[in-house]
């Protein structure tokens, strides 16, 4: 709960008392403690018993304007477990403000969510992970080059918060073993977040890979960010679409990433509900 204004930046950080008391009020008490943000092609992932409420019906939360991230966040059952899940998200490559990005975490927070599942479309830097792959984020490299929290402390979030733990050792333990019982591939390895929108060059990814990445993104860094700030626990997974531009047979194009971002849905729904009920 966030008693009284809850912004202490000025204008930089939307408030996320109005938007936290619309979610209260459309589904009610109690809330999930687990939210689950949908990557790119991975809107379909279907939860049992779901009501939602259009992004465009609360104030402060990004309208999204990519093909293949719907706009809404939905309340339902996965495996028996109740979650939030946010159907789309916005990117800084959109022309979002850092802190817009990430108004969605605090208005999570607010309402309650204390675990933060992360799941993206990336491309693999990594010529032992192929697309059609999952990738549970063992840590990740900011390669934005700018930070959601830079500016006056919004809330009561931490100014300088500690990322070594940033995906939380525990949860990736519980992923890793229901991706063991479920049968499913699960590389480990390190995200690397940049702005885009334009893919990466073939000098680009000889670098990343020459810095330690595994995968290559442009989302969940600062919404892990803002999420570890916030006091909560973070797992991300990387749903491997392609194979980073230049590494790959011919271009890369957005509708490719869509379409195995949707066709990796299934999988991906599987391990999640395999996990939740010991999350
Ligand atoms: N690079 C950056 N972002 C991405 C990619 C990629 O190859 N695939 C999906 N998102």
Redesign the pocket.
Known sequence: MIAGPAVTNGARTPDPTAAAAIVRDHFGAPLPPIALILG?GMSGLELDDPRSVRYSDLPGWPRVSVAGHAGELVHGLLAGVPVLSLRGRAHMYEGHRPADVVAPLRVLHAVGVRVLIATN???SLDPLLPPGHLMLIADHMNLMARSPLAGPVAGSESRWPDLKDCYDPELRKIIREAAREEGIALREGVYAG?L?PS??TPAEVRMLRVLGAQA???STVPEAITARALGMRVAGISCI??R??GAGAGP?AHDE?IEVGGALTPTLTRLLARALPHI
């Open positions: 790119s479309a990336a491309g940049v885009g893919y990466e290559v993104g442009m679409t392609n980073a531009s890369l990433v």
